[in-house]
């Protein structure tokens, strides 16, 4: 492979829209991979593209990053990645896709009633969850679906 066939970190942040922290940060997980230049710069294969734009994909799903990495882990590391490839590792998002896409019908048919967070602030709130008794149920807003409860990457929990 030529050097001129290899990216600098600038090159994948500008082309596949993550910050260069980010690709260090994937580099340091094992999610992507770079070589190293004698004055130890970071250079990438066009290929980390695809695996980028996988990640992306993967994260909004809803996948973790060590469910990315598990997924990421089962490709092949002697060629590129085919379409069947991509096709084998997101046959399971179907299920999750429609389950959050139910989740979300539901909080945005709901939005206006009481979602069991413990304020008490509207009428229908002090009828649905008299004294916050849902607070038994754990954190978070209980009537809400519970793909929609989960934390999210970046926000603890």
């Not at 190293?36 to 294969?45: A, C, K, L």
């Not at 469910?67 to 990645?81: D, I």
């Not at 413990?118 to 978070?140: I, M, Q, W």
Request: hydrophobic share 35%; charged share 25%; proline share 4%.
């Amino acid at each position: 492979m030529h050097t001129r066939d290899l990216l600098t970190v600038g090159e994948v942040a500008k082309r596949s829209g993550f910050a260069a922290s980010a690709l260090r940060y994937y580099d340091s997980l094992g999610l992507i991979s770079s070589t190293r230049t004698s004055g130890d710069q970071r250079r990438y294969e066009r290929g980390v593209l695809r695996r980028l734009a996988f990640i992306r994909a993967a994260r909004n799903v809803g996948l973790t990053l060590d469910e990315v990495a598990e997924s990421l882990a089962r490709l092949p590391q002697s060629r590129t990645p085919t379409k069947a490839d991509w096709a084998k590792l997101s046959r399971g998002w179907h299920d999750r896709l429609n389950e959050q896409i139910q989740a979300l019908e539901k909080l945005r048919d709901d939005l206006d009633s009481c979602i069991g967070c413990g304020c008490l602030s509207l009428r229908k709130c002090a009828f649905s969850n008299p004294d916050d008794g849902l607070a038994a149920l754990g954190p978070g807003a209980a009537y809400l679906p519970r793909r929609l409860r989960e934390p999210q990457a970046g926000q603890g929990g």
